[in-house]
């Protein structure tokens, strides 16, 4: 088989945009779906596969700026839109697609790759780690209460429609993000992704609805959510998905969750992507009837090792000499030393003996500071040469709070 791996044209996004969703079943966007995608899609750093005039594959690379440990943002590649036609499986379709795109974000100066993966197993042998979680929860809130802190009742809660809220709800998230590793910075148009309603994604629920919480007569938070009632023979039995909440400050917070699960004619409050250490786990009465579960969230993958591991700084004082494999991009293999601190940080080419080994995978599980070295150590994934370093550069590499990912891309 002979294919073409080539830059997409914007003549051509229909038709690339179509495989992609044959791809991924055939169930075709909404006409608001697909417009806001070609909007962000940045078709000269979207490439396809083509056989003849087929398009067989699909990837694309967003413009980011991902939030790390210690509060600064980093030039990111976001891969999506990543698709492989059935007719072309195991014929190295996308690693071709991956070997150009890495070679290209290399080009372009970013130290990082990042996705979202439909199916965490396969972008492991390109390098990419899990480096963040999220968790979903779904909730008896006729039985679990809220634990509200002081200032809870002062917060005044009130329906706005969404997209009347959607400026001072984007508001609330740039102030938010350099709170958490793993939080993009949103460029303009991105704002537009949150609002996003499609009928087919509700479940039979309500169109989304939107609380401001307010202290003052200043917004202090918000909430979007579905509302789905259901009846069975002993009366309502109702849910509430939340899409979207965030709050600047506790009170606010605890305000928002204590109106979802306090709604009329429900009894189950949903929510499938939060924090792993979301404050919501301490305000609950009773967490196990709270259903919590964790998956892969952000894959992260170091196109320079060196750039990407100076860019963040380190929680404590860091001296180590990492033996880095990296079989799909060889130019970050070998030895590596990373000095820094919460100041600033260095990661320069060295001969000095290595203290661990690991592949370039470790290290991007490890990057966010929510996947600690110890615990890939534990797994085998990371070895170490000089007694004493592990536990060091683990440490080293934490964040508090958990990096987080707020939205897919």
């Known amino acids: 088989m002979t294919t073409d791996v080539r830059v997409l044209k914007r003549s051509e996004w229909d038709h690339w945009y179509g495989r992609l969703e044959l791809a991924f079943g055939g169930v075709l966007e909404t006409r608001e779906e697909r417009e806001l995608f070609r909007d962000l899609t940045e078709v000269d750093r979207s490439i396809g596969v083509w056989d003849g005039e087929e398009c067989v594959g699909t990837a694309g690379a967003f413009s980011f700026r991902l939030s790390v440990p210690g509060g600064g943002f980093v030039p990111a590649a976001g891969v999506t839109m990543v698709s492989v036609a059935a007719t072309h499986r195991r014929r190295g379709v996308l690693t071709s697609m991956m070997r150009r795109q890495l070679d290209d974000v290399r080009e372009w100066g970013e130290p990082l790759a990042v996705l979202t993966a439909s199916e965490p197993a396969i972008y492991g042998r390109f390098g990419y780690g899990v480096a963040t979680h999220q968790l979903s929860l779904d909730i008896d809130s006729s039985r679990v209460r809220i634990a509200a802190p002081p200032g809870t009742d002062d917060i005044r809660l009130r329906f706005v429609p969404v997209a009347d809220a959607a400026e001072v709800c984007e508001q609330i998230y740039?102030?938010?993000?350099?709170?958490?590793?793993?939080?993009?910075?949103?460029?303009?148009?991105?704002?537009?992704?949150?609002?996003?309603?499609?009928?087919?994604?509700?479940?039979?629920?309500?169109?989304?609805?939107?609380?401001?919480?307010?202290?003052?007569?200043?917004?202090?938070?918000?909430?979007?959510?579905?509302?789905?009632?259901?009846?069975?023979?002993?009366?309502?039995?109702?849910?509430?998905?939340?899409?979207?909440?965030?709050?600047?400050?506790?009170?606010?917070?605890?305000?928002?969750?204590?109106?979802?699960?306090?709604?009329?004619?429900?009894?189950?409050?949903?929510?499938?992507?939060?924090?792993?250490?979301?404050?919501?786990?301490?305000?609950?009465?009773?967490?196990?009837?709270?259903?919590?579960?964790?998956?892969?969230?952000?894959?992260?993958?170091?196109?320079?090792?060196?750039?990407?591991?100076?860019?963040?700084?380190?929680?404590?004082?860091?001296?180590?000499?990492?033996e880095v494999a990296d079989a799909f991009c060889p130019w970050n293999e070998g030895r590596w030393r990373l000095t820094g601190d919460a100041k600033g940080a260095s990661c320069e080419r060295t001969r000095e003996a290595p203290d661990l080994a690991l592949s370039v995978r470790e290290l991007g599980a490890a990057y966010l500071g929510g996947v600690s070295l110890s615990s890939l150590a534990g797994a085998g994934r990371v070895r170490e040469l000089r007694d004493g370093t592990l536990a060091a550069a683990s440490l080293a590499f934490g964040s508090d709070p958990a990096p987080w990912l707020p939205h897919g891309f």
């Open 174 to 322: 740039r102030h938010t993000i350099g709170s958490r590793p793993g939080m993009p910075a949103r460029t303009p148009g991105w704002e537009r992704l949150p609002l996003l309603d499609p009928p087919s994604e509700r479940e039979g629920a309500s169109p989304m609805q939107c609380v401001l919480a307010e202290r003052d007569g200043e917004v202090v938070g918000f909430v979007r959510f579905h509302n789905k009632p259901e009846w069975n023979s002993s009366g309502p039995n109702g849910s509430i998905t939340v899409r979207h909440v965030d709050a600047l400050d506790p009170a606010a917070y605890a305000a928002l969750w204590r109106f979802v699960f306090d709604i009329d004619l429900t009894s189950t409050v949903h929510s499938r992507n939060r924090p792993v250490d979301d404050p919501l786990l301490g305000m609950v009465s009773d967490i196990r009837r709270c259903d919590v579960r964790v998956r892969d969230s952000l894959h992260v993958r170091l196109v320079d090792v060196g750039a990407a591991l100076a860019a963040r700084t380190y929680q404590a004082s860091v001296d180590v000499v990492f």
